[in-house]
């Protein structure tokens, strides 16, 4: 068993083709900002995770190096059907924005100098932001009814964003104070 069990309803449980499919569906409709359509997707569209594990989930894998959706989506293919879901879950995932990407790199090629193309992705840019912010706030719900989780989501803004404390420095300090005041509280 993984260190985070995850609560699905038993005709929740994807096959590697729907988690193929799944996750396909979220590399094209989430491209720029996979993260936020992730949630949406996995808990509220196919209820694969409740919210809490969503949140519990991706927690461990923003600790692990690498791309979140990446490690996000190997881990719920592993959880559900092993290696082969892992492998079907990541294929579903880049498949659909490589193939993209490189078709962009062709057409960007060719339009870089255009002023209106610059304006367009200075767009693309400022929508993606919001939508971080957006899937945060979400992700910050089921946190709310515990102050210590609060306490460290504010310890962990005021510290990166505005002392600069590197992410992995303050994941592990956080990490060991809340383990450690929830270790006396057990």
């Known amino acids: 068993m993984n260190h985070v069990e995850i609560a699905v309803r038993k005709e929740s449980v994807p096959t590697c083709t729907e988690l193929f499919l799944g ?31 969503f949140t519990e989930l991706l927690g461990l894998c923003q600790f692990l190096p690498g791309g979140n959706i990446i490690n996000l989506s190997v881990a719920i293919g592993m959880e559900f059907r092993g290696v082969r879901g892992a492998v079907s879950s990541l294929i579903g995932l880049i498949l659909a924005p490589t193939v993209i990407v ?21 767009g693309l840019a400022a929508a993606a932001a919001g939508l971080l912010v957006a899937t945060g706030l979400k992700m ?47």
């Open 23 to 53: 996750f396909l569906t979220l590399g094209l409709i989430g491209f720029g900002g996979v993260l936020p359509l992730a949630r949406k997707v996995i808990v509220e569209q196919r209820q694969w995770l409740s919210p809490e594990k």
């Open 102 to 122: 490189v078709l962009l790199h062709y057409v960007y090629e060719q339009f870089q100098d255009n002023l209106m193309v610059k304006h367009l992705f200075e």
């Open 140 to 186: 910050l719900k089921p946190l709310l009814r515990n102050p210590i989780a609060m306490c460290v989501v504010v310890a962990a803004i005021i510290s990166i964003a505005f002392l600069k404390v590197p992410l992995l420095l303050t994941m592990l300090i956080l990490l060991a104070l809340y383990s450690s005041i929830i270790w006396r509280r057990v």
